[in-house]
């Protein structure tokens, strides 16, 4: 018989099951709900029970498919009829934690612990470089209020962690944790080619994947390539993704006169069958955490040519298994793009590397090992 877990229980070395409730304030899937995905798929169930909040879309009709009990509750508007939803799901569920991801989702979790659950535990997931910490803005602000009271602050990667104490030292570090994001290893032969067909004859394909917005840099990344036309000669950029940057990329392309040369192929749920046309992936951010599509491209054998932001430099290693650039620095970024578009043999070698390096060293099991030692520990 399973038993709810309390704090007497973990003491006395009771059977328990433990009641986590992972909160999302998005409605489409991306990095931060692929790692949430990726625990609720894969905790012991004989030792925890598993419930998602998010903010409907397709997203809730994604983890619903896939058998996880998910609940529509808007946590970016905190009105009294959400807080009190928030609070029926986490009575019914019996909650012991609730698994944060994102700034938004922490504070949320955080005004109803004030309000009404006092006992709850509340990890914080940061899973990027937030530019708001390096600035005066009200974010920050409310951040640095509320920040030492998460029981857990939870980094996605050690250059995370190295951003967060720079630009917010107000951060308690007895409470943090680091956690290198991991990925679910598929196997390239399953997934099917056909359906999305973006080459033409034997052009290159560079490839971008991610949301349309300032962190990724692609406005100044699309204006200095528009004065360098020459590297799309026998190739094309396609990039997957939506937000509220794609209508001024558009322009700019169009501007550009290179609308033949970069495909806008929006929103995807499924991004494997477009990342294996890749033959490079790029990423020009200006901010990351540890992005989890770094992750997936590299571990079916795309290596990825990245400026060095973030947690990137921990699995995009120089030359080894891709390119790592010095932020900004789009004269060494495009000279790649146009030397490796006829050196298929390094693409090759690179791409080998990247996918044993991901085998290694981020693999989903030790992933989910930590994160129910660190649930485990939480209650303990």
């Given at each position: 018989?399973?038993?709810?877990?309390?704090?007497?229980?973990?003491?006395?070395?009771?059977?328990?099951?433990?009641?986590?409730?992972?909160?999302?304030?998005?409605?489409?899937?991306?990095?931060?709900?692929?790692?949430?995905?990726?625990?609720?798929?894969?905790?012991?169930?004989n030792?925890?029970?598993?419930?998602?909040?998010?903010?409907?879309?397709?997203?809730?009709?994604?983890?619903?498919a896939?058998?996880?009990?998910?609940?529509?509750?808007?946590?970016?508007?905190?009105?009294?009829?959400?807080?009190?939803?928030?609070?029926?799901?986490?009575?019914?569920?019996?909650i012991?934690?609730?698994?944060?991801?994102?700034?938004?989702?922490?504070?949320?979790?955080?005004?109803?612990?004030?309000?009404?659950l006092?006992?709850?535990?509340?990890?914080?997931?940061?899973?990027?470089?937030?530019?708001?910490?390096?600035?005066?803005?009200?974010?920050?602000?409310?951040?640095?209020?509320?920040?030492?009271?998460?029981?857990?602050?939870?980094?996605?990667?050690?250059?995370?962690?190295?951003?967060?104490?720079?630009?917010?030292?107000?951060?308690?570090?007895?409470?943090?944790?680091?956690?290198?994001?991991?990925?679910?290893?598929?196997?390239?032969?399953?997934?099917?080619?056909?359906?999305?067909?973006?080459?033409?004859?034997?052009?290159?394909?560079?490839?971008?994947?991610?949301?349309?917005?300032?962190?990724?840099?692609?406005?100044?990344?699309?204006?200095?390539?528009?004065?360098?036309?020459?590297?799309?000669?026998g190739?094309?950029?396609?990039?997957?993704?939506?937000?509220?940057?794609?209508?001024?990329?558009?322009?700019?392309?169009?501007?550009?006169?290179?609308?033949?040369?970069?495909?806008?192929?929006?929103h995807?749920?499924?991004?494997y069958?477009?990342?294996?046309?890749?033959?490079?992936?790029?990423?020009?951010?200006?901010?990351?955490?540890?992005?989890?599509?770094?992750?997936?491209?590299?571990?079916?054998?795309k290596?990825?040519?990245?400026?060095?932001?973030?947690?990137?430099?921990?699995?995009?290693?120089?030359?080894?298994?891709?390119?790592?650039?010095?932020?900004?620095?789009?004269?060494?970024?495009?000279?790649?793009?146009?030397?490796?578009?006829?050196?298929?043999?390094?693409?090759?070698?690179?791409?080998?590397?990247?996918?044993?390096?991901?085998?290694?060293?981020?693999?989903?099991?030790?992933?989910?090992?930590s994160?129910?030692?660190?649930?485990?520990?939480?209650?303990?």
């Amino acid at each position: 018989m399973k038993i709810y877990i309390s704090l007497e229980s973990v003491t006395k070395g009771t059977d328990y099951v433990l009641n986590i409730l992972h909160v999302l304030p998005t409605d489409k899937f991306s990095g931060a709900e692929k790692v949430a995905e990726q625990i609720c798929l894969n905790v012991d169930r004989n030792k925890f029970n598993v419930v998602m909040i998010c903010n409907g879309g397709t997203l809730i009709e994604k983890y619903k498919a896939e058998g996880i009990n998910t609940v529509h509750i808007n946590v970016n508007k905190i009105n009294i009829k959400n807080l009190i939803e928030f609070k029926k799901v986490c009575i019914l569920n019996r909650i012991d934690i609730v698994h944060a991801h994102g700034f938004r989702a922490s504070m949320f979790a955080l005004v109803v612990k004030k309000l009404f659950l006092r006992k709850l535990k509340i990890i914080s997931h940061i899973h990027e470089c937030s530019e708001w910490l390096m600035r005066k803005t009200w974010v920050r602000g409310v951040d640095r209020v509320i920040r030492n009271s998460y029981s857990i602050n939870l980094m996605c990667g050690q250059k995370v962690l190295e951003h967060y104490t720079k630009y917010g030292s107000y951060i308690d570090k007895s409470n943090i944790r680091v956690l290198s994001n991991a990925i679910e290893i598929i196997d390239p032969e399953k997934i099917d080619m056909s359906e999305a067909k973006i080459r033409q004859g034997n052009e290159f394909i560079f490839g971008f994947i991610g949301c349309l917005a300032y962190r990724k840099g692609l406005i100044s990344f699309l204006q200095k390539l528009s004065e360098r036309k020459e590297i799309l000669d026998g190739a094309k950029i396609v990039i997957v993704g939506d937000g509220d940057q794609r209508e001024e990329l558009e322009k700019i392309v169009g501007e550009s006169m290179l609308a033949e040369k970069i495909l806008f192929l929006g929103h995807q749920d499924d991004i494997y069958k477009y990342l294996i046309h890749f033959d490079l992936f790029i990423l020009p951010s200006i901010v990351e955490g540890l992005p989890m599509v770094i992750l997936e491209a590299m571990s079916i054998g795309k290596p990825a040519l990245v400026f060095d932001v973030g947690s990137l430099s921990e699995v995009v290693k120089d030359r080894e298994t891709g390119y790592l650039v010095k932020p900004q620095d789009y004269a060494a970024f495009f000279e790649i793009m146009n030397k490796v578009k006829s050196d298929k043999n390094e693409l090759n070698r690179l791409g080998l590397a990247a996918k044993q390096h991901i085998e290694n060293e981020f693999c989903i099991n030790k992933y989910i090992k930590s994160v129910e030692d660190i649930y485990l520990r939480l209650m303990s």
